[in-house]
């Protein structure tokens, strides 16, 4: 992932309409991709994979898409919840490697 | 549910001073990570460990770090004299060898 420093991109949408959380990648050798959930005060949570043989993986009211070509990634949960307010952190990985995280993206779901 | 259980919660120590960082994995994981966070920063990673010996280390896992797991469940990491950059929010991660990492809830260490 991308490096966004201090700042964090804000994500602010009504409780029950569909997100989509967007993460660029830099490594085209990447094969496997993660979206963590951090919650305030706790380490990420996984919330779903994807390895770059596939570009659509769908989970509970989440989908992730991966664009290999632009080396994009993007994270969609439908009705979203209050309790989907966290930072989202992409992940990819080469080859079995260490994980390399993007910047994050903060969402703030107004009830 | 299986989790990564990390201790000490909060750790507040002196420049100069050695701070060890204490891990449980969860059972049947091998792989095991250590991450860090700085305050509102990305998640970044210093290194991976399997089979007794890191696999894999970055720039910032430099002289003063080392990671062991001396008893066969606990992994350690260890920073031999802190320094007030190493103020961050260190994570342990585990791993069955499906590429998923699975997080502890972080130890903050905070270097005055």
């Known amino acids: 992932g991308e490096s966004v420093g201090l700042h964090l991109p804000t994500l602010s949408v009504q409780e029950g309409d569909n997100s989509i959380i967007n993460c660029a990648y830099s490594?085209?050798?990447?094969?496997?991709f993660i979206w963590y959930k951090q919650e305030s005060g706790k380490g990420p949570q996984f919330i779903i994979d994807?390895?770059?043989?596939?570009d659509k993986r769908q989970g509970q009211r989440v989908t992730v898409l991966l664009n290999k070509t632009v080396k994009h990634l993007s994270l969609q949960i439908a009705a979203t919840q209050p309790g989907d307010s966290a930072v989202y952190f992409c992940?990819?990985?080469?080859?079995?490697?260490?994980?390399?995280f993007g910047g994050g993206t903060r969402l703030m779901v107004k009830p | 549910e299986p989790e990564v259980t990390q201790t000490p919660s909060h750790q507040v120590t002196q420049m100069g001073q050695e701070v060890i960082l204490r891990c449980v994995p969860i059972?049947?994981?091998?792989?095991f990570y250590w991450y860090r966070q700085i305050l509102g920063q990305k998640v970044e990673f210093l290194v991976s460990?399997?089979?007794?010996?890191?696999?894999?280390k970055s720039e910032i896992f430099d002289d003063q770090f080392s990671v062991e797991r001396p008893d066969g469940s606990n992994f350690t990491l260890k920073i031999r004299s802190t320094k007030l950059e190493d103020s961050a929010m260190y994570f342990c991660?585990?791993?069955?060898?499906?590429?998923?990492?699975?997080f502890g809830e972080g130890s903050r260490l905070t270097v005055l």
């Open positions: 991660a585990t791993s069955g060898g499906t590429g998923e990492l699975f």
């Open positions: 490594n085209s050798a990447s094969d496997y």
């Open positions: 994807i390895r770059s043989n596939m």
């Open positions: 992940a990819d990985s080469n080859a079995g490697n260490m994980l390399t």
């Open positions: 059972s049947n994981h091998l792989y």
């Open positions: 460990f399997y089979n007794n010996e890191i696999s894999e």
